[in-house]
Antibody, heavy 118, light 107 residues
Framework: QAQLVHSGAELKNPGASVKLSCKAS????????LHWVRQAPGQGFEWMGG????????KSSQKFQGRVTLTRDTSASTAYMELSSMRSEDTALYYC???????????WGQGIPVTVSS | DIQMTQSPSTLSASVRDRVTITCRAS??????LAWYQQQPGKAPKLLIY???SLESGVPSRFSGSGSGTEFTLTISSLQPDDFATYYC?????????FGQGTKLEIK
């Protein structure tokens, strides 16, 4: 069945960048979009952006424009999210989630803990 | 951005109770609303999409209703596994936004 597997936990200094990965299996990668959603400790969810795995088109939240870069490697069935100029407020659990047009997020990765601290 | 407001924030109930959670959108989202369940330490699980469609594999005690700006999630007879946090999410327009969550606790 469909599965999304993340890279491991990250610890970053303020001002650094992080690149997170999301490897897909069990479905045809380039027929879906992969989105990134984060959850700060004890908080709700915040949508960051997504990439059409087929044509590479991206959409991201205005809040992160200029700091977030979304890419994918179709040969590896993997989506990536790079966040730059990180600050303490970026400490969160980061998820990728699969999206089909007209449907919400039906499969999620296990989440990647990212901590920003000096 | 479309604001999503859930109520209540916390709900105490007992096994076999019927409970309802409400979600309001700051503007019409037609039926582009989803409900998720999140257990502690786990990723969210999709329960309901298009306001009232049950995701495959989800028990029929879960149901959703509403359109426009007012939506509800109902659990007809609570089971022990149902004590979790529930979130609504609009996918009518970007940026996709979520409600703040409703924590369903055992009374």
């Amino acid at each position: 069945q469909a599965q999304l597997v993340h890279s491991g936990a990250e610890l970053k200094n303020p001002g650094a960048s992080v690149k997170l990965s999301c490897k897909a299996s069990g479905f045809t990668f380039n027929t879906y979009a992969l989105h990134w959603v984060r959850q700060a400790p004890g908080q709700g969810f915040e949508w960051m952006g997504g990439i059409n795995a087929g044509n590479g088109d991206t959409k991201s939240s205005q809040k992160f424009q200029g700091r977030v870069t979304l890419t994918r490697d179709t040969s590896a069935s993997t989506a990536y999210m790079e966040l730059s100029s990180m600050r303490s407020e970026d400490t969160a659990l980061y998820y990728c989630a699969r999206l089909t047009p007209g449907r919400p997020f039906d499969h999620w990765g296990q989440g990647i803990p990212v901590t920003v601290s000096s | 951005d479309i604001q999503m407001t859930q109520s209540p924030s916390t709900l105490s109930a007992s096994v076999r109770d019927r409970v309802t959670i409400t979600c309001r959108a700051s503007q019409s989202i037609r039926s582009w609303l989803a409900w998720y369940q999140q257990q502690p330490g786990k990723a969210p699980k999709l329960l309901i999409y298009e306001a009232s469609s049950l995701e495959s594999g989800v028990p029929s005690r879960f149901s959703g209703s509403g359109s426009g700006t007012e939506f509800t999630l109902t659990i007809s007879s609570l089971q022990p596994d149902d004590f979790a946090t529930y979130y609504c999410q609009q996918y009518s327009s970007y940026p996709y936004t979520f409600g703040q969550g409703t924590k369903l606790e055992i009374k």
